[in-house]
């Protein structure tokens, strides 16, 4: 059974840093673009950034470009999201998910099989 498991959410100031994890179990990464999209009360799920099945190619929504940075460790099985510079209008629900894909990875939700059960970040003073 394919599990996703999102880590190191928590409460932050504005400033800030964080770093989620997403540890998988059931099924091997290195055949699969990872993504991290994230939603907010109110509103639709939305990119954040994905990297491709090799980790040579990465994607960055406009709102977090610059701030934060995705990798993973295909040996490791992990994913990982560094947020720095962390903002209120960061607050969200984050997930991480899988697009059986190899050449590239998508920056909507549409495309992606498997989802993690989220973790929270909220930036707040």
């Known amino acids: 059974q394919v599990q996703l498991v999102e880590s190191g959410g928590g409460l932050v100031q504005p400033g800030g840093s964080l770093r989620l994890t997403c540890a998988a179990t059931?099924?091997?990464?290195?055949?699969?673009?990872i993504g991290w999209f994230r939603q907010a009360p109110g509103k639709a799920r939305e990119g954040v950034s994905c990297i491709i099945a090799s980790g040579g190619r990465t994607w960055y929504s406009t709102s977090v470009k610059g701030r934060f940075s995705i990798s993973r460790d295909n040996a490791k099985n992990t994913a990982s999201l560094q947020m720095n510079r962390l903002k209120p209008e960061d607050t969200a629900v984050y997930y991480c998910?899988?697009?059986?894909?190899?050449?590239?990875?998508?920056?909507?939700?549409?495309?992606?099989?498997?989802w993690g059960q989220g973790t929270q970040v909220t930036v707040s003073a």
């Open positions: 059931g099924i091997l990464l290195d055949g699969y673009a």
């Open positions: 998910a899988l697009q059986r894909r190899s050449d590239g990875c998508s920056n909507g939700p549409s495309p992606y099989e498997y």
